[in-house]
């Protein structure tokens, strides 16, 4: 594996964490908005990954390079939760609420926001640590040629 397509690797999937806890604080922040543009509560969002796709060029020595599998991690969607209904509290005296009193809240559950956030945090960290191994590798490998 090429020294600079680690650091590409790790990079990559830095960078999708921090989408991914950017996305969880906006599920956080939104867990009492019963009303968004379009009238209803704010739905959950989830966020998937998927391994960067090998560019064209690369495909050519794809035989080569067989060996190594993947280059990385990219965001491949965000999709709202539809699976997960919306929570019911009676409250009549809220503008939201419908004609038997009760206020639509969104699927937002903290503690499962919580618990994907320490996970999202702990894949940021283990991908910097990954990072920072493979810079003392090539920096050790400098230091033998002086």
Do not use: C, H, W
Request: aromatic share 10%.
């Amino acid at each position: 594996m090429a020294l600079f397509q680690a650091f590409d690797i790790s990079a990559s999937g830095m960078t999708a964490e921090r989408f991914r806890m950017d996305t969880i604080a906006e599920n956080i922040a939104n867990v009492n908005t019963t009303r968004t543009e379009d009238g209803t509560p704010y739905r959950r969002k989830i966020v998937t990954f998927a391994e960067k796709e090998v560019t064209s060029f690369s495909r050519y020595y794809q035989n080569a390079r067989s060996k190594f599998v993947g280059n990385g991690v990219k965001v491949s969607s965000v999709k709202e939760d539809t699976e997960t209904d919306f929570i019911m509290e009676y409250d009549p005296s809220n503008p939201d609420a419908d004609e038997n009193g009760y206020v639509s809240y969104p699927n937002v559950n903290t503690v499962t926001e919580m618990t994907n956030l320490i996970d999202a945090s702990r894949a940021y960290e283990a991908n910097t640590t990954a990072f920072e191994a493979a810079k003392s590798i090539a920096q050790s490998g400098l230091s033998i040629g002086k």
